[in-house]
């Protein structure tokens, strides 16, 4: 496995191995960006991907809306490592924060679709987050010129809204989605579950209990009072939890007038400090 610390080795890199599957990651990875990385490595294999899968790892300080959170993101290069290594990645490019936004040189943000900025959801409780995604895999797609990316399903929101500009753009990468990986007990995985105190990790399974219950219901209104029910009685504080169309993720009225519409519960929410998002199909 190649570790590609700059531009220039990623270049170098490129030039020889050939088009590649990226799995775009800001590091601190655990079991749910390497079922990621493995679903990178089988695609490029079964596709005669000539590269197979090259992880990035880039803490884009663009995308936070809390400094206090990017401070405290963990940098955790060398378990990275052993991680990408075992789950059959090809190479990693962990770029300086110069190679991406190179001093003096306007890193360009691409119109927000939509779905970034209507859902009232990530979007109005992370203000300026998505532009800051946008920016970032806008510019990984131009260095790395990707066959592939995966995204994984966990932020829903973020899949729909990278499925979106890279169609809007007419790039020719295909967006792939990487189911959600779940701890035994149904917590999702996720880089912060690590700040989570014993007690807060019990009260975090909240949320997928939540989602289950939302499925038990067959109204959306009464699925979106069952979360909350759920989650506040776990002493979360909710952000949002709702149900939704799952690609638009815009407010819609009941029934649907298109038959086929596909639905997605979505929650986020503080347990302590540590804020959780979840989603999962609705009645599909
Ligand atoms: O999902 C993430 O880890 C990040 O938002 C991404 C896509 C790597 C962009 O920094």
Known sequence: MHLLTNNTMLDSWRDVAG????????GALHEGHASLIRQGAALAHQNNISGGCLVSIFVNPTQFNDPADLARYPRTLEADSAICQAAGAAAIYAPHADDIYPPGLAIETPPL?????????EDAHRPGHFAGVCQVVLRLFHLVNPHTAIFGEKDWQQLQVLTAMTAGLELPIQIVPGPTVREADG??????NRFLSPDDRRRGLSLSRALAAANRQAMPDEAEREMSRTLK???AEIDYAVVRPASS????????VASDTRWRALIAARIGSVRLIDNAPWHS
Not at 249 to 256: G, V
């Open 187 to 192: 917590l999702a995985m996720s880089s912060r």
């Open 233 to 235: 009685e776990a002493g």
């Open 113 to 121: 679709p939509a779905v970034a900025t209507e859902p009232g959801l």
């Open 249 to 256: 993720l815009r407010k819609s009225a009941w029934p649907p």
């Open 19 to 26: 088009p590649c599957v990226l799995v775009p990651t800001m």
